[in-house]
């Protein structure tokens, strides 16, 4: 134990920035997942076949993006969008290089979680709002979104959780990260406790995200008293 306690000293700085570069990315991923990721689930929602502003052609390339982004597997996605990462910031290395992909994968996870979220909101809630002469933006934002906010918390909640996981995977980039530091510190130079203290640290991290979350959808439940 005291060995392992001097070798956390002894990486401190490294394990600082490790986490601070993994809550860049999952912070720059969650910003992508609300304002992309909520707006493409509401539009699966609203224009689905017999939805409340049918569009089957919105909905079909809505659709197509998402199931594109979430069917391919996640290494071979970073590789494929690195052309792409290079062109919008310039590099393909580093952790804002690193963002780009976590970002269209938050935005599509949420998309469908989002959009799963929605269709358990009662037909009645709808028919309410259009009988109040609701717009549609005033459906989904005081009817829909209020009716579904604690679902859609916790389907925030797993896509926070998931791209956690995925962030561990961007150190073969050169992301950085808690993942990165796990590899080079601990498997590379065969310090296994240090790496599996990092991977314990990881867990917990992802217990605290599900509790809060959790907490967090239980207060806005409508349903609990």
């Known amino acids: 134990m005291s060995d392992l306690l001097a070798r956390l000293t002894e990486y401190r700085s490294e ?54 982004v979430r069917s391919v597997p996640f290494l071979l996605f970073v590789v494929a969008l690195i052309p792409f990462t290079r062109w919008l910031v310039g590099t393909s290395f580093g952790t804002t290089a690193a963002s780009v992909p976590l970002a269209f994968v938050a935005a599509a996870l949420y998309a469908r979680f989002s959009e799963q979220t929605l269709l358990d909101v009662p037909e009645q809630t709808i028919e309410l709002a259009r009988s109040l002469g609701a717009s549609p933006w005033q459906m989904v934002t005081r009817f829909v979104f209020s009716e579904a906010r604690s679902g859609l918390v916790l389907s925030l ?36 406790d240090l790496m599996y ?29």
């Open 197 to 225: 203290t990092t991977i314990a640290l990881m867990i917990v991290a992802v217990m605290l995200i599900q509790g809060a979350g959790t907490l967090l959808a239980r207060v806005l439940d409508k349903r609990v008293r």
């Open 15 to 68: 394990i600082i920035t490790s986490i601070v570069e993994t809550g860049y990315m999952i912070g720059n991923s969650l910003l992508a997942a609300i304002l992309v990721g909520l707006p493409l689930g509401t539009l699966l929602y609203l224009a689905r076949p017999g939805g409340p502003y049918e569009r089957r052609w919105l909905h079909s390339v809505v659709n197509a993006y998402v199931n594109v």
């Open 157 to 192: 909640t797993t896509v926070t959780i998931s791209i956690v996981s995925y962030s561990t995977i961007m150190g073969v980039v050169g992301g950085g990260g808690v993942g990165d530091f796990a590899i080079r510190y601990g498997y590379q130079t065969y310090e296994y």
